[in-house]
């Protein structure tokens, strides 16, 4: 049986005071919760703050992207190095935004999801199609696309101790939530992509579902064979919303 995670992507949003009010709640609201994995991803410059509140506690802690590099001239940029520094277990790695707003290739992505992996921190892996994609019918073909970057990069036991997040593009801060069967179908296409190459680490392997999560949807979307959890962006920012979407998984 595969734990669910959810995971919180709070994206570029916060001051060091809401966020410390939105890490707070969440750990308090954590405690009761057992057979659910919970992490949260801040913005960097809040990962200090957030994981000196989440120490000991039930809610891990991740961050937003890593750099390529491991340390040097490049400026603006965090190592996975840093980030583990800092006490994180998770990276999210190729999220759609890194990818199309800042020209993140697939190759760009699996040097990272490696370097992730290398530093011993758990990438949570995106993938998804956009809604043109999904319109021309070739949503798998882009999946499988994404995922054997990473193959061709790290081998057949690539996946191994990772995280994917299934997040069509086209449901992600939209409101438009990909359909429990929608969702489930592409999830079990993953799941059987990645059994192409290692059967177990398939079976093992966490795949949660991205896009417009919230209390409302969150049960009937895990509760799907092949759904994992959740990456929640929106719903994330409230304690309350983010710890029902946890509740929604158990
Ligand atoms: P959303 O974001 O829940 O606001 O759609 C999800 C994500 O981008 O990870």
Not at 53 to 69: F, L, P, Y
Not at 72 to 81: K, L
Not at 184 to 211: M, P, S
Request: proline fraction near 2%.
């Amino acid at each position: 049986m595969r734990t669910p995670l959810v995971a919180g992507n709070w994206k570029m949003n916060g001051s060091r005071a809401s966020v410390k009010e939105l890490i707070n709640g969440v750990v308090a609201g954590a405690k009761s919760l057992s057979g659910v994995d919970i992490a949260v991803c801040p913005s960097t410059i809040h990962l200090a703050d957030v994981t000196a509140i989440a120490a000991g506690s039930n809610v891990a802690v991740g961050s937003q992207d890593a750099c390529t590099e491991l340390k040097g001239a490049f400026t603006g940029e965090t190592s996975i190095e840093m980030i583990k520094d800092m006490g994180c277990q998770y990276a999210i790695i190729g999220h759609s935004e890194r990818r199309t707003l800042y020209g993140e290739s697939d190759d760009i992505v699996a040097k990272k999801f490696a370097v992730v992996k290398a530093a011993g921190v758990t990438p949570i892996f995106c993938i998804g199609e956009t809604l043109e994609e999904r319109e021309a019918n070739i949503t798998e073909d882009v999946c499988a696309r994404q995922i054997d970057a990473v193959f061709a990069a790290q081998g057949d036991d690539a996946f191994a101790g990772s995280v994917i997040a299934y997040e069509p593009v086209w449901a992600i801060g939209t409101g438009k939530t990909a359909s429990p069967e929608q969702a489930q179908a592409v999830h079990a296409f993953i799941r059987q992509h990645i059994a192409k190459h290692n059967a177990d680490i398939a079976e093992n392997t966490q795949i949660l579902y991205g896009g417009s999560m919230n209390p409302a949807n969150a049960k009937d979307l895990m509760g799907q064979a092949d759904i994992d959890g959740g990456l929640i962006g929106g719903a994330s920012l409230k304690a309350d919303d983010f710890l029902a979407v946890c509740q929604a998984g158990l």
